[in-house]
Structures are given as structure tokens and as C-alpha cells.
């Protein structure tokens, strides 16, 4: 009989293969030519699919997403030092969100590395700046355990970590590629150590303690309900989060509010906590430090107790304590489905009016509003169920890259990006990825013509206009952009609207359609 051989790999088809293995899937890439051996290991070896991007920083934004749904990592394929950092910034956010990402960065051949190209760079320095864990490949032999190294270096018990492997040319060309495979990953701790101090606390102060969820408290609706319970057994106040990564919302879970994004607010929503228990989450910190106003935002003197730390199971911590404290489960209040909205021209409420009434069964909603979108909190509780991912980190350009993501990370489900047209420029080009894709995306643009952000943002930290030059810095106008001629230039539908019945019917229309719409809306 004729005896079974392995087929030769080299360096690149190695890693291909031990990418299939290790469970990652889906690849979003922006190759050059160190990586043209990926490119072609990619379209000879099965299990992983390419998702071409036409930016780094959406590749980077879609991967985060998609780790968010999907809860198990995506590969990015990315070309050298600069071409990872211009995937940086969206690396910084899939960072905060804890999301797992393996970033595959072709470099120079070993040999060509020594002489000063006009692409030469620090490569490795550029990812340090964003990764949990770096390593650069010695040869097409190591190729394999290192894209095995990498897989098992994205995960950080409950939640992710990003891990960025370095691939020299010549070890993905080279011959002597072995596949390898990660291991399992391990079950994630459960800490109950913390338990019973935190039931002490919660049952002596009642209303004067909060239990302030993090995303591993906030992402699944059995943790909800743990902590639901335990806010109606003890009297202390639930939040999450306001940067919380993935969210369920809307009719069926409890409503959880989060906290306020703004100093003023969210120190008023804390004002007399005594104490704050951790269940996944931090202290809470101000976005920047303002003038006269406090970095910390609980009160002087608040205790902080860590029930359990964001890559712990915080369900499991949460139903712990609820259990400690002998909570009965309590039902989610009943909601009635919202049916109408004020008419009339668009503005922050009457939008969240419109996207309430109108929003399918089980949507993810991608949320890059910034200013607009800051109020929709107290209308989606009566939205149809659905998962709210916010931009984490704070750099913009998230939304648009985020809906590739989200839509490939839960296929079959619509999404719906709430974007400003300010953010939307950084990133404008995850459009063609979503027609080149067909993906259920409805994209709403909310075109203030202005960096309306900064424009509170310069009230914050007291600074005063006194001049054109100031004035045209937050402005977006001079010229207007186009943004549905800019949908279509990408392949995607575009329409634009100005009142709220505009709005609904061209949201119903973007859901009907199954694929990409993108509605400018003028707000």
C-alpha cells in the first residue's frame, strides 16, 4: 500500500493551517507584498475565510466587533510598521473592550531587514504600543507554534487580550513549515473569595452602596438578572459601565442603566455611595480631566470591594452573591411595544424615538453617535431585544468598521450603526467592505456639520471661541459633505431624510432590504 505523506508546508501555509485548527475563522485583511505567500497560503489552504478591507483601521475596528459577537478571535492581515499603525487607533479600542485579536504584520525578509528600505520601520516597537503580547517569527520551522502561541495569547480567562505576530517574508516563504494547534482554553476562574464581604456591605448600606457592572456583568441577560435580584433584595443601586462592550437592551431584560458619560452627571448619579462593589468593572474615571472637576467619580471617601475582576466569570461571581444573599429572581418589568414619535424635524429625542419604534428582533446596534446618540438609553428600554456595542477607548472611527464586524461575527442578524458624520470620515471606506460583503447593515450618518463633540468638549474645559480660525476647526461645513453620494460611491444605497417620518420609513426600508443602506440624516 502506498504510504500517507504530508503535503510540504511552508512558513505561511503553516500558519493558515494552524489558524484553521486553533478556531479562528475569518481573516480581515489589507495586505502588501510581505504578504503575498499569507495571500496565497489563504486561497490553497480550507477554514479561513478573507475579508478584504480597504483601510487598516477596518480591519482593526471589524475585528473588534466581531470578537464582541462571536466571543472567539479574528485574524488581521496587515502590511508592515506603518500598516499596522494605521490600524492603531482601533487597536486602543478593541483593547478596552477586551477583545481577542491576532494581528498577523508581514515584515522584511530576515535578509533584506538590515538595510535601510524606504518601508524599514520598528515594527515590533509599533506593536507594543498596542498588544498584550509580540513576537516576531526566526523561521518557517517556528511559523506554526507561534500562530499557536498567538491564538492562545488572545485569551485572558473570561475576556480577550490582542496578540501580534511578526511574520519576516522569508519565514512565509520559506519550506520546513510545521502546523501547530493552541490549546483549549482554560475555564475561566470563579472567585467567590469576595463574596461575603460584598453581601455584608451590600445589606448594611442598601441604598448607599452601588453595584457597578462591567461587561462581563452587563453582556448576558442571566448576569441582569443576578444582579437585578440582588439590587431589589438589598436596595443598592445597579449601574453599568458607560463604555460597557456588548449590552442586551429593550424589552425582556431589566434595563440597566449606565452610568452618565459626563463628569457633572455621572458624579450627581453616585453623589452619597458609600461604597461601590465591582462586578467586572473599575473605578470609574473621568474621560478627561476638566478644570475644577474631580478624576474620580464616586464620592470622597467611597469604598471600593472587588467582587470580581473583568476576566473572572462575573455571571458566576453575580449568581454567587445573589445566592449568598438568599435574592429571589424578580421578572423584567413589562414594557409596551413603542408604536409612534413626535413629527417634525430631527433632534437627540425624537431620533431615539424613531430607531425605538422601529428597530427589528434581535439587532445589534453599533453606536458611534457621540453627541446624538448619548440620550437614546431611556427609549431603548422599550426597544425590540437587541445588543448595544458602544465604541470603547474613545478613538474614533469604530462605527462603520464595527458594523462589518458585528455582521460577520452573528450572521443572520440585522445591525444598525448609529454614526456621526465627523467620526464617520476616519473610517468611511468599511462601506465598500459592507457592499462588497452584501451585509445587513443600516447605516444612520446624523450630518450636524459639525464636531459637535468638541464643541461641548470646549464648554467643558472652559476655553472660549473668539475667532474664525477656532470657529472653523469644529465646523464640517464649507463644504457640506455628501454623504449619499459618497454610500453610492461605495456601492452602497444611500437616501437622505430631515424629519422623523422620513427617518422611519427609511429604516424599515434599509431592515427590508437585507443588504447595506446608508440614510443621512439631518440633524
Not at 490553497?44 to 466587533?65: M, N, S, Y
Not at 472587588?306 to 418589568?333: F, K, M, N, S, Y
Request: aromatic share 4%; net charge neutral.
Amino acid at each position: 500500500m502506498p504510504e500517507n505523506h504530508t503535503p510540504a508546508l511552508n512558513g505561511a501555509e503553516s500558519l493558515v493551517t494552524t489558524l484553521a485548527a486553533s478556531g479562528v475563522q475569518l481573516c480581515f485583511a489589507n495586505p502588501g507584498t510581505s504578504e503575498m505567500h499569507f495571500v496565497a497560503a489563504l486561497d490553497r489552504i480550507p477554514g479561513v475565510r478573507c475579508v478584504l478591507g480597504l483601510f487598516e483601521g477596518v480591519t482593526t475596528g471589524a475585528a473588534d466587533a466581531y470578537f464582541r459577537m462571536a466571543r472567539t478571535p479574528a485574524a488581521t492581515l496587515l502590511h508592515l510598521g506603518p500598516g499596522l499603525g494605521n490600524g492603531l487607533a482601533n487597536l486602543h479600542n478593541a483593547g478596552k473592550a477586551r477583545s481577542g485579536i491576532v494581528n498577523i504584520v508581514g515584515d522584511h525578509a530576515t535578509g533584506h531587514a538590515r538595510h535601510e528600505s524606504p518601508l524599514k520601520s520598528d515594527a515590533e516597537g509599533v506593536a507594543r504600543s498596542m498588544s498584550h503580547w509580540v513576537r516576531s517569527s526566526l523561521s518557517a520551522a517556528d511559523v506554526g507554534a507561534d500562530g499557536a502561541a498567538a491564538v492562545q495569547a488572545t485569551r485572558d480567562g473570561d475576556e480577550g487580550r490582542i496578540a501580534t505576530l511578526l511574520l519576516p517574508a522569508d519565514t512565509a516563504w520559506g519550506a520546513g513549515g510545521r502546523a501547530a494547534v493552541a490549546r483549549p482554553a482554560e475555564a475561566p476562574a470563579v472567585v467567590l473569595g469576595a463574596v461575603p464581604a460584598a453581601a455584608r456591605l451590600l445589606k448594611q448600606l442598601g441604598p448607599r452602596a452601588v453595584l457597578l457592572l462591567g461587561t462581563g456583568g452587563s453582556r448576558s441577560l442571566a448576569a441582569q438578572q443576578h444582579a437585578a435580584a440582588i439590587a431589589a433584595h438589598t436596595g443598592c443601586q445597579v449601574l453599568a459601565e458607560f463604555y460597557n462592550a456588548r449590552m442586551p437592551g429593550g424589552r425582556g431584560t431589566h434595563g440597566i442603566q449606565r452610568l452618565p458619560y459626563s463628569v457633572d452627571a455621572a458624579a450627581a448619579r453616585l453623589a452619597g455611595a458609600e461604597a461601590l462593589v465591582l462586578a467586572g468593572s473599575t473605578e470609574p474615571i473621568g474621560f478627561f480631566g476638566y478644570p475644577g472637576k474631580p478624576s474620580q467619580l464616586k464620592p470622597a471617601g467611597a469604598a471600593l470591594l472587588e467582587l470580581a475582576a473583568p476576566h473572572h466569570d462575573v455571571p458566576a461571581a453575580l449568581a454567587a452573591l445573589a445566592a449568598e444573599l438568599g435574592a429571589p429572581p424578580v421578572p423584567a418589568p413589562a414594557r409596551s411595544v413603542p408604536t409612534g414619535w413626535p413629527r417634525g424635524p430631527l433632534d437627540a429625542e425624537s431620533v431615539a424615538a424613531v430607531v425605538a419604534a422601529t428597530l427589528p428582533d434581535n439587532a445589534v446596534v453599533v453606536d458611534e453617535a457621540v453627541s446624538t446618540g448619548r440620550g437614546f438609553s431611556s427609549a431603548m428600554v422599550s426597544a425590540a431585544p437587541h445588543d448595544w456595542l458602544p465604541t470603547m477607548g474613545g478613538a474614533i472611527g469604530f462605527g462603520l468598521p464595527g458594523g462589518v464586524g458585528a455582521a460577520l461575527g452573528a450572521p443572520g442578524r440585522p445591525v444598525l450603526v448609529l454614526e456621526g458624520d465627523g467620526s464617520a470620515m476616519y473610517t468611511v471606506q468599511a462601506l465598500w467592505t459592507m457592499a462588497r460583503e452584501s451585509l445587513p447593515v443600516v447605516v444612520v450618518i446624523f450630518a450636524n456639520r459639525a464636531y459637535r463633540i468638541l464643541q461641548g468638549e470646549l464648554l467643558g474645559v472652559g476655553a472660549a471661541i473668539t475667532g474664525q480660525k477656532a470657529e472653523a476647526m469644529l465646523s464640517l461645513g464649507n463644504p457640506a459633505l455628501d454623504w449619499v453620494a459618497m454610500a453610492r460611491a461605495h456601492g452602497v444605497p444611500g437616501v437622505q431624510v430631515a424629519d422623523t417620518d422620513g427617518l422611519a420609513k427609511a429604516l424599515r426600508d434599509g431592515f427590508a432590504s437585507g443588504g447595506p443602506v446608508l440614510i443621512e440624516a439631518l440633524v
